[in-house]
């Protein structure tokens, strides 16, 4: 029962994150893989009170492939947001030819 309220809690943080990501113009979800795959080992050890209900290290790693594969999806549907209502507005001195 455990692994699965996990799964779904990490799908539920992935989702959030997403939003966030698709939201804001600068942040981007390769950002967040960049700094999730460069701390899994700290973000293992963090976690490592998990090994006594049964979780090993591998389903933690699975469950940060879980966060970001749902992040990703998320930012896919919500980057459309910022694009349709903040256009990018030329400066009126410009001429196009």
Do not use: W
């Amino acid at each position: 029962m455990l692994p699965l309220f996990l799964v779904i809690l990490f799908c539920i943080l992935g989702v959030i994150t997403g939003i966030a990501t698709g939201l804001l113009p600068g942040l981007h979800v390769n950002n967040i893989a960049l700094i999730l795959l460069s701390l899994s080992g700290a973000i293992v050890a963090g976690f490592s009170f998990l090994f006594e209900y049964g979780i090993s290290e591998q389903f933690i790693l699975i469950l940060i492939c879980i966060y970001i594969i749902s992040t990703s999806i998320s930012h896919t549907f919500h980057d459309v947001i910022p694009s349709t209502f903040l256009p990018v507005v030329p400066k009126v001195d410009l001429k196009f030819v």
